[in-house]
């Protein structure tokens, strides 16, 4: 069956690629180098309309499809994995939980802000002792009558110190486990909550990831997302759709490491003639070639899961769980190929096989995504 892309898919994809190539290429090596956030090239990305691409248009958003953001985010990946990082939490988890589960009241507040850029959000799930199990959270959200009083820390949270809107899950009712869960919206500024020191990584230097600390943080009870006990099936359910979003991200860190890696071996010589010609190289070529193209199918198969209303959990799991893992093959052989160059810096690769890692942890660990995929061909 042949997956033939519409002309706004192709539109799409170069209007993207254009971006990254123009705009995110330089200096690209000095924001990793610095872990500079990537300022201006995230508002023009909003102003592009890359930061909600899903979201209907009378909340401000493109009204696109899966497939397109799909497009979009390996191209962008290809050349900045700290700047799709953004691009991903906004469109799969703050944008599209939102539009999904939240209130009139939410949407119309938060949507056309997140999705024009003027501000951006960030997903707060992860704790020091609820990482890969989220029904443990420690976090607390105590029901007060007209308001919750949050008390609680959050780790590894991407956009941690950029964000202005915070969908934060905190447990309202421990003896319930995961059905006493709570999603709620918190913005930055309010009394109690800090942020705290940057993380110094070892990819995606470019992205803000800090950790969040809530002392008595109230928060009213509109901005609950759902009815109560809602939380843990929003953050489930968000991150299914935000585990399509990284996949395309490992698949463009994939991409951009092969491209590199193929242009240098058309022009570096060895023995006389470009190291293309030799067969090692050539098979190392034909496997990055090979699982690149089957991880895009992946990511498109379970991208159009996603917008045919299908379930796409064990789709969702697999692209992900595939993608990063040819991510980080794919990196390591692209410095293989570069040889001492591949260690430096200006070739770009060295850079991409530090992003290509976290891939492999963030939005589920690879085995996460085997018992996802697991649960599911064995109902």
């Not at 002309?7 to 254009?18: I, M, P, S, T, Y």
């Amino acid at each position: 069956m042949e997956f033939q892309l519409t002309e706004e898919h192709l539109a799409v994809q170069q209007a993207a690629r254009d971006f990254a190539q123009n705009e995110l290429l330089p200096g690209v090596i000095e924001r990793d180098e610095h872990q500079k956030f990537p300022t201006e090239q995230i508002k023009m990305m909003g102003e592009l309309g890359f930061l909600g691409m899903m979201v209907d248009p009378k909340y401000g958003g493109g009204g696109m499809d899966t497939v397109s953001y799909v497009l979009a985010m390996e191209e962008i990946s290809k050349v900045d994995a700290s700047a799709s990082v953004v691009m991903s939490v906004n469109n799969s988890l703050v944008c599209w939980g939102l539009e999904k589960y939240g209130s009139e009241e939410q949407k119309m507040k938060y949507l056309p802000r997140l999705t024009s850029g003027e501000i951006i959000g960030a997903f707060c799930l992860s704790e020091p002792e609820a990482g890969s199990d989220a029904t443990m959270q420690r976090t607390t959200a105590v029901d007060m009558g007209d308001h919750y009083v949050i008390n609680g820390t959050k780790n590894w949270i991407t956009n941690g110190s950029t964000a202005s809107v915070y969908l934060v899950i905190a447990q309202t009712n421990p003896e319930l486990r995961h059905k006493g869960i709570n999603a709620l919206i918190v913005e930055k500024g309010t009394p109690g909550f800090e942020i705290g020191p940057k993380e110094n990584k070892l990819g995606i230097r470019g992205s803000d990831t800090h950790s969040l600390m809530f002392t008595d943080v109230k928060v009213p009870k509109e901005n609950r997302i759902g009815e109560d006990g809602f939380g843990f099936k929003f953050a489930m359910s968000t991150l299914n759709g935000g585990r399509i979003g990284i996949a395309s991200q490992a698949l463009g860190i994939a991409s951009g490491a092969y491209e590199l890696a193929l242009k240098y071996a058309k022009e570096r010589k060895a023995f006389g003639v470009p190291i293309s010609q030799h067969q090692a190289i050539q098979f190392k070529l034909a496997d990055m070639a090979t699982n690149i193209d089957a991880a895009r199918l992946l990511c498109l198969q379970a991208a159009a899961d996603k917008d045919a209303h299908r379930d796409y959990s064990k789709s969702g799991a697999m692209a992900k769980l595939f993608a990063s893992k040819v991510a980080m093959e794919t990196t390591v052989e692209a410095v293989q190929i570069h040889g001492g160059y591949g260690f430096v810096k200006e070739y770009h690769v060295e850079r991409l096989m530090r992003d290509a890692k976290i891939t492999q942890i963030y939005e589920g660990t690879s085995e996460i995504q085997k018992i996802v995929i697991s649960r599911e061909i064995l109902k």
